[in-house]
């Protein structure tokens, strides 16, 4: 049973910084992408950010480029993002879910298993 848990979201004035992680149990963690992404209230889901299962690939949002890090730790079963610069329409909450292979991919449908989300909220 593979179950994702993010943690880190919480309430940060635009110009600041917040680091979310997301922990992962269950299957073989360097084998899968994992990605990162948000749904603010009213829209549809949206790509942030991936990674590969190395560590090596990376993709990320236009919208999020030079601003967010991902980043994994293989040996803790961990993918952070570091979100710095931090902007109002930020503000969602934000998921991670792990690939159905070791690709990087930016559809929803590439991801089959989902955390429950942690809110960020990023006032102006």
């Known amino acids: 049973q593979v179950q994702l848990e993010e943690s880190g979201g919480g309430l940060v004035q635009a110009g600041g910084s917040l680091r979310l992680s997301c922990a992962v149990s269950g299957g073989t963690f360097n084998w899968y992408a994992v990605g990162w992404f948000r749904q603010a209230p009213g829209k549809e889901r949206e790509f942030v950010a991936t990674?590969?299962?190395?560590?090596?690939?990376?993709d990320y949002a236009d919208s999020v480029k030079g601003r967010f890090t991902i980043s994994r730790d293989n040996a803790k079963n961990t993918v952070s993002i570091q979100m710095n610069n931090l902007k109002p329409e930020d503000t969602a909450v934000y998921y991670c879910?792990?690939?159905?292979?070791?690709?990087?991919?930016?559809?929803?449908?590439?991801?089959?298993?989902w955390g429950q989300g942690t809110q960020v909220t990023v006032s102006s």
């Open positions: 879910a792990r690939s159905v292979s070791n690709y990087i991919a930016t559809r929803p449908g590439a991801y089959n298993y």
């Open positions: 990674i590969s299962g190395s560590g090596r690939n990376t």
